[in-house]
């Protein structure tokens, strides 16, 4: 069988990517396990550093009809569609928003029905698809009321892969993931970045600029356990999905002080003063229409889990990219 | 001021044009009365029966830009957008139903953003919004779950509406309506057809099909106030509606038997006895599917009002249309 990861030369794509590539094989609809025999990457960018003669990467514009009907074929039953615009940015760039996070998500899904060979696909959505007034435990059945054009964007997203679901063209499955923290590398367009930077500049001995409010609350999954989790989603019987074929990711909600905390018991006080606090109100207006934590009861039913401490989140990032503490 | 009315040559967008003219102004964004002095109707067929110097008739495809394009200029600051493909039909022609309930409200919006004058739009949605697992009574906070194509459609399309009216492109109002009941003339392809055609068709002294169970609950409003809610809901001050531009109108919760019932009490036995129950499953599952009731609080709060019971339904539909009981 043949994977097509969406947004595979991207962080999460690449390390999806290596994962798949170590096991070998996932699980089939019906629960038999299925050798992965192609690994498509699809993105702007070459995929670079795979040594696998299992792993294609093509450079296309994923909105464009002609890139994903020449890569989906009846083989490719899996899909997972991780290519996206990022918040901060769908906000500055209203067209490059819609048309990546909207229009090329129904071009994969039209792709798919006209194929018809129904693949499973995984859908990745976000904390900012909720907003406005919202109870302080976001529940599975709580109204999305996206507060940015990205949030309305993964919204609509979320509702055409329901339908195309439901009408048998895919069989879609969407995992709205917390802020993922920590992310190596460097500070992105996200308004959520922030929530990595404030943990890896200092790590690597740089001062963070923190834009937000020490009392806002964040609701974050690690690297680590959202692989884990786009997998298992993948996995996961369609029956025990049902109707609602959107999942709430679990997570760790935290305050920035209690990230700043975190950050000392791990790695001792003189990290954790690398982190200045300069509130930036656009990027403040962004994350704090977001929910701080929702409920994960469906998701943990589902076997689905995260870090129990956003210390471990650290501890883990620390030994998953080989971090020396300084 | 121009008011431009998509689906201007149907039912609901006739009465309203008529309902416009007969009042002559509306409400501008500040509350001061605008006078109207262009009412553009557009719709696939011609509006006919309008001697009225202010209205405009256009034949067009709404779907294709250059009709709206043409249409919508710096005076058009009222916009009702009706034109929509029925539920039933949207789920036999997914392409239709994704053209014109999803692809025409985009361009419709994108229009207005080009043009940069923020008109008020008034979009009307629907009880199909809802669907699967929900309270009895639906909330205002109550998650969009559509089970079918069209609820679908027009759930995407409100949330397009309400980034739209964030970002300020325009100044949006989404009113989800209850099943219109009684509406004249004939049966459409609308799963919810049949809540006007058995009170309507033995008032007519002909027998009608109820294509789904006697327990069956749906939600109703008749043409009357759902116009009287359309003018109101434009009418809002944009400030009372804060950040979530869905509004559920209120309505009637009747089961068909006491549909039956009330039009006993209006009409007699004899017209009430030509409903005859012959199950649709087809039509079932889609209307099994939407709310038989919603909390109707806000909409109360903001004025907006339905008849108290379905008997009055009935007789002002025999008012409204001049119906001679046989």
Not at 29 to 34: A, M, T
Not at 66 to 81: C, P, W
Not at 215 to 238: F, H, M, Y
Request: proline content about 5%; glycine content about 8%.
């Amino acid at each position: 069988m043949k994977v097509l990861i969406t947004g595979g030369a991207g962080f999460l794509g690449q390390r999806l990517a290596r994962e798949l590539l170590a096991r070998g094989e996932v699980k089939g609809p019906l629960g038999e396990p299925q050798p992965i025999t192609e690994l498509v990457l699809l993105d702007v960018v070459p995929a670079t550093g795979f040594e696998d003669s299992r792993v294609r990467s093509e450079v296309g514009d994923i909105a464009e009809r002609s890139v994903l009907e020449g890569l989906i074929d009846d083989e490719t039953s899996v899909i997972f569609h991780l290519a996206a615009i990022v918040s901060g940015q769908a906000e500055a760039d209203f067209d490059l928003g819609m048309r990546i996070n909207l229009d090329a998500s129904r071009v994969l899904l039209e792709t798919c029905r006209l194929r018809g060979h129904r693949p499973r696909v995984v859908f990745t959505s976000s904390v900012a698809v909720y907003g406005g007034e919202m109870p302080d435990v976001v529940q599975n059945d709580t109204a999305l009321n996206p507060q940015s054009s990205y949030g309305a964007q993964k919204a609509i997203a979320e509702l055409l892969l329901n339908d195309y679901t439901r009408r048998g063209f895919v069989d879609g499955r969407v995992l709205r993931l917390p802020t993922i923290s920590v992310r190596p590398g460097k500070p992105n367009a996200a308004a959520s970045s922030f929530a990595s930077g404030i943990i890896r500049e200092p790590l690597n001995g740089e001062a963070a600029i923190c834009p937000v409010p020490r009392n806002t609350r964040v609701w974050l999954l690690s690297p680590r356990k959202a692989i884990a989790c786009l997998i298992a989603g993948l996995e996961l019987d369609a029956a025990a999905l049902g109707m609602q074929r959107a999942l709430n990711l679990p997570g760790i909600s935290v305050s920035v002080d209690e990230m700043v905390e975190a950050l000392r018991e791990v790695a001792g006080e003189k990290v954790a003063k690398r982190i200045e606090i300069k509130v930036d109100p656009r990027i403040e207006k962004i994350v704090s229409s977001w929910p701080g934590r929702w409920d994960t009861t469906r998701a943990e039913q589902l076997g689905l889990m995260a870090e129990h401490s956003f210390a471990d989140v650290i501890r883990s990032y620390i030994e998953d990219e080989h971090i020396e503490v300084r």
